[in-house]
């Protein structure tokens, strides 16, 4: 039986009696967090290594036995604050043996914290929509799916005001394999995707929202007082009026990748539960480092630029979705294959002539038996053609936990 921790977010009600339990708890986290640093620090130059749960927890026991103040708050929370910065400190070390450079992670300054929770299932209940945990009043959280019954622990994060409760749940996979037949993918345009089977996905216009986004930017420049060189005065960023107008703009910003994320969860959970194999194109690592910037001998223009601009697009979209098909894939028992996309664009899919000429914007015409396509539905074709053909595509189904993500929190779903 194979286990996939996922991550559910829910909206808080937040009452007004809360608040003030809420920020006392973010606090404490600040506090247990950088006195967890300090530890993890002094450990770490002393003897190099870096302090495991078993060995940390018992300080902060020790802690809460000489510090009365301490022993006022729930040690389930106290413990987790320790753990996030055990983690932070642990992928600092790794950064710094990786890159030869030395840096750990920072203090967090006053009102720095924004998260807090819990790292494993002792301690707190959820029922229904109520958390409820020591330390904290009930939190009551908005329903916006089906919590499954295995809750193994969760965060609360406030952004911009708002509270969020993050959840990590344990899912079984699927064990019998997804039906339908095999998809091959090509990512076109921006967010635009090309099915094998001749259809076509958009992303949701986000024309308007651009606009909001926009509009609300020139109000807060019209706020903040701008010193000789254009730059915004501290001083006026950290006004009541200038503070309430840069949450506005971070809410709408949210609140457009929140828009584009739920659309490719949707994209990929319709893939996942339709094909029983899906073929995507490799991301390829040579394209990743060319810079749209070009170099010094070799400037890129402006429309190199843009160009460099739209192809990180189209690889950030690829590899969300990838991420994405990553887990559902396993989730409903259907597998994902990528191919190399080399030539897939240019190659005709009835007979297999391969011509830069071939394509023309969005037609495909076949210089050498005719044959006429969407360009895109043609590429898709030739990528599950390669995939299908493909060492990977060895029938073994992705139900294997050869590459199982481990349980942290906003893996999936950011
Ligand atoms: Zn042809």
């Not at 914290?113 to 958390?131: C, P």
């Not at 344990?170 to 089977?197: K, L």
């Amino acid at each position: 039986m194979n286990i996939q921790h996922l991550t559910y977010r829910f909206p808080v009600r937040v009452r007004r009696n809360q608040h003030a339990c809420l920020e006392a708890a973010l606090e404490e986290e600040r506090l247990m967090y950088n006195k967890a640093l300090e530890i993890l620090r002094a450990h770490h130059d002393e003897t190099g290594e870096v302090l495991g749960r078993k060995e940390l927890f018992p300080r902060l026991t020790r802690i809460r036995k000489d510090d009365p103040e301490r022993r006022e708050h729930a040690q389930r929370l106290q413990r987790g604050a320790f753990d996030r910065a055990r983690v932070a400190f642990e992928n600092a070390v790794n950064r710094n043996r990786k890159t030869g450079k030395v840096g750990y992670p920072r203090f967090k300054g006053a009102n720095r914290a924004r998260t807090f929770g819990v790292i494993d299932r002792e301690g707190w209940s959820i029922k229904g929509n109520r958390l409820r945990c020591k330390g904290v009043k009930p939190v009551e959280f908005r329903e916006i799916r089906e919590l499954p019954p295995d809750v193994r622990s969760w965060t609360m994060t406030r952004r911009d005001g708002r509270w969020t409760l993050a959840v990590v749940v344990a899912v079984e996979c699927s064990d019998t394999p997804a039906e339908g037949p095999p998809v091959g993918i090509d990512m076109g345009v921006i967010d635009q995707i090309a099915t094998s089977d001749g259809a076509r996905i958009k992303a949701p216009c986000e024309k308007k929202i651009d606009a909001e986004i926009a509009e609300a930017q020139r109000k807060w420049d019209r706020i903040v007082e701008k010193d000789g060189k254009g730059k915004p005065k501290k001083a006026s960023m950290k006004t009541a009026r200038a503070r309430k107008e840069r949450r506005r703009i971070n809410r709408l910003i949210k609140k457009r990748a929140n828009r584009r994320r739920d659309h490719a969860h949707k994209v990929a959970k319709k893939l996942a539960l339709n094909h029983e194999l899906i073929v995507l194109e490799k991301l390829l690592i040579a394209n990743m480092t060319r810079s749209a910037k070009g170099t010094k001998e070799n400037p890129g223009t402006n429309a190199a630029a843009k160009r460099g601009l739209n192809k990180s697009m189209l690889r950030a979209s690829l590899s969300r979705l990838k991420a994405l098909l990553e887990y559902k894939c396993r989730l409903h028992g259907s597998r994902l294959v990528e191919v190399d996309p080399k030539n897939t664009s240019r190659e005709c899919h009835e007979c297999g002539h391969v011509a830069k000429e071939n394509r023309r914007r969005k037609k495909f015409r076949c210089l050498s038996c005719g044959h006429e396509d969407d360009a895109d539905v043609n590429a898709a074709r030739n990528i599950l053609r390669k995939g299908r053909g493909s060492p990977e595509d060895t029938g073994l189904r992705s139900g294997g936990s050869e590459t199982a993500a481990p349980p942290t929190l906003g893996q999936h779903c950011k």
